[in-house]
């Protein structure tokens, strides 16, 4: 899943459409449905970011907001076309940048799930 599915995900679920989130979140609509959309690059702060996991209605530090996070920062990121293609990669991609940044320490399997495929790449 990629950030824009999530977003869409949580704001259909929230019943809120695209120009009301955009109302609510004070964006371009046009620009966010590129972003949803994987279309246009997500370039935001942790702080613009956390405004918008609020107007999306995500408690804080729950697993919804965690994924909001972990997503962001994929999406954030110069990530080649090939790797982003990947499913399997791409749900490791969360587990990789939370371990660069010394955010969160990787359980002993998710480490090895990512060492292995990081070897077959």
């Known amino acids: 899943m990629t950030f824009g599915d999530f977003v869409r995900k949580k704001r259909l679920e929230a019943s809120m459409s695209l120009r009301r989130f955009c109302e609510l979140a ?7 449905s590129k972003i949803e959309r994987g279309r246009l690059r997500l370039a935001f702060t942790r702080e613009r970011l956390e405004q918008l996991a609020a107007t999306l209605g995500l408690a804080k530090g729950s697993e919804e907001w965690q994924m909001f996070f972990d997503l962001a920062t994929v999406a954030q990121r110069e990530i080649p076309e090939e790797l982003y293609n990947d499913e399997e990669v791409l749900a490791a991609l969360p587990v990789f940048f939370r371990t660069l ?3 969160k320490k990787p ?3 998710e480490l090895n799930h990512l060492i292995e ?4 790449k």
């Not at 004070?26 to 966010?32: E, F, K, Q, V």
């Open 101 to 103: 940044s010394g955010e």
């Open 107 to 109: 359980t002993k399997q």
């Open 26 to 32: 004070d964006l371009d609509p046009s620009n966010w």
């Open 117 to 120: 495929l990081l070897r077959r």
